[in-house]
Structure formats: C-alpha cells, structure tokens
C-alpha cells in the first residue's frame, strides 16, 4: 500500500528521530526540526514518539491514500480536509483506500507534521531514516518529495481503532513572535560577554535567508571584534554563532557538526523545537538564564508532556 503525493509544496520531507551518536563522523543530527509537534502526531495514531512522519513546510500539501489508515494533523496547517470534508487538528482521524488529505498552508509558524498509524517505509542509514537533505540521505531517496511520488507504508494489522484528542493545554501556539531562553555558550564568556548581553536587549528578526540548516537573523550587529575564524569547535542545533558581519546565526536540525565562529549562546533544550516553526519575519526575543535553570526548565516540561505521551526524549 502507499501514499500518492499529488502536491507536495515547497518542502515535504520524511522526518522523525534524530541521527544520534554518529557526530564524529561528522553526520548532523537532522530529523524533525519540531520534536514536539511530531510526537504529538504520532502519539495520536499509536505511534513512537519519533517514528517518520511527513514534515511539510509553509505551504500546503495534498495526499491520496491508496490503503486505509489512522491520520492526525498537527503543527501550523490553517485547515486539514478529507475529501473536501473540514477536519480537526490534534485528533484521530480514518482514513480509507482512495481518500484525499489536503493539509492547508501556514499563516503562522512554518511546519506541520502528518503522521500515519501504519509505518511508512523510508531509505535508512545510520539507524535512522530521516530525510538529511544537503547530502541527499534518508527518507525518500534522501530528498524532498515531488508531484506524483509514492510513499509506500506496511498496512495495519489490524487498523488501529485509538481515538485521541490532544488536550488543550498541550497543543502548541503559533506566532510570529517567539521567546527563546539561552545559556552562554562556551566562546561568551572568554571573548564575547558583551554581546551576549546585547543579544538579549531586544527582538532579532528571521532573515530571508532560512531554512533547516540555520537562520540568519536581522536586528542590531552585536560586536564582532573577536569573530575572526577561530579553529573548528563542535556545534549543535540551537547554536548561536556570532560571524564577522554582527549578524547573528542560529543553527537548525540540518547544520553542520563542527564551525569557525564563536559560539556565543545554546538555545536551551526545552525551547529548541520552536527552532522549527521560526520563519523569514518571525521576531525573537532571547532570554538568558543559568544552566541550573535550564536543566529545571527542561525536567518540568518533560513531565508535563509525559503525563499525556508517556517517555519521549525532546532532541
């Protein structure tokens, strides 16, 4: 059985967990940029909380499925139909051999996360299957997905017949305005305290140049006397290198494992899904607390996430 894609949009990819433990070989970490709105989707259809599921980004995306299935919707899409039909978000949704899913754009955030009960097959590598676009590996032939593709999944045996709604208090909020907590990274102190301290006086804006390797972000240049390549040090999602030009660069799922800037601040674990929905125009407020109270902030999540979804890992 599988899955048509009659519209793909700008970027429709197959994402779920991470590539963990391979960094030394120099393998980003990728998966999907939003782990929270991913779990929640496939908690909904039974799945893992990282299993593949479709990532669409910005605009919309139109699916016929040749097999029957569980659906749920959840992330920036303004609608879900089937055939024609209004359905809700953040719930378990049927579907049957030759329905039609049409997943409306964003008018805020940047991506949406259509997971299925049965498992879609995907390319894997690493003991992972995510889509890893610059080097063209994973999910489907490692690349976005065009018009006319097929997504081939393993049918339900039988089909699951869970019926969830995510609790109001779960869902996520979509803005054009976010607030990200951060820790100093390790080159603040030594040689860029001062523009940590800038960083955090008022909102940065996305740049047009954005995407799911990193975000180029606009507002006041911080001072970048000391940003002169500095030998390769390691990088993850959520840091923020500080280049020559003052301009700040937030690193997405699909950056780099290693880089020659300062790396002046980390964007805190708990906060770091939000990475994901930021788009060009989207304002940041960055707010600096202390490694302690990130941990905290990140156990407190955690639990209030696993009274609803059970053990997941936030990446």
């Avoid at 920036?76 to 378990?92: G, K, S, V, W």
């Avoid at 990200?180 to 940065?204: H, K, M, Q």
């Avoid at 700040?248 to 601040?265: F, H, K, M, V």
Wanted: aromatic residues 6%; glycine residues 10%.
């Amino acid at each position: 059985m599988s899955i048509t894609i009659l519209k793909a949009g700008l970027q429709t990819t197959l994402q779920g967990a991470p590539f963990s433990a391979h960094r030394h070989l120099g393998m980003p970490a990728a998966g999907a940029a939003d782990c929270l709105s991913l779990a929640l989707a496939n908690f909904l259809v039974g799945r893992p909380s990282g299993a593949i599921a479709f990532e669409i980004t910005l605009s919309g995306a139109l699916f016929r499925f040749k097999g029957p299935c569980s659906i749920a919707l959840v992330g920036a899409a303004e609608y879900l139909r089937i055939n024609d039909q209004q359905q809700p978000r953040h719930q378990t949704l049927t579907v049957k051999a030759g329905d039609m899913v049409d997943i409306g754009p964003n008018r805020l955030g940047c991506r949406t996360y259509l997971a299925i009960s049965a498992a879609l097959q995907a390319d894997s590598l690493l003991d992972g299957q995510s889509t890893y676009l610059p080097a063209g590996l994973g999910g489907f032939h490692g690349r976005a997905l065009r018009d006319g593709d097929s997504v081939p999944f393993v049918p339900d045996s039988p089909v699951t017949a869970l019926q969830r709604t995510t609790p109001e208090s779960l869902r996520p909020h979509f803005s054009n305005d976010y607030m990200l907590r951060i820790t100093p990274g390790p080159e603040a102190a030594e040689r860029n305290e001062s523009a940590l301290d800038a960083l955090c006086l008022a909102p940065y804006a996305v740049g047009m140049r954005a995407n799911r390797m990193g975000l180029a972000l606009e507002g006041e240049p911080l001072s970048a006397s000391d940003s002169s390549n500095m030998p390769s040090a390691p990088v993850f999602p959520g840091t923020i290198q500080l280049p020559p030009s003052g301009n700040p660069y937030l690193l997405g799922p699909d950056a780099q494992t290693t880089g020659g800037y300062p790396r002046i601040a980390q964007v805190i674990r708990a906060d770091r899904h939000l990475i994901g929905q930021l788009r060009a125009g989207s304002r940041i407020q960055f707010v600096q607390i202390t490694t302690d109270r990130a941990t905290e902030i990140y156990r407190e999540k955690l639990s209030l996430l696993t009274s609803w979804l059970g053990q997941i890992t936030m990446w």
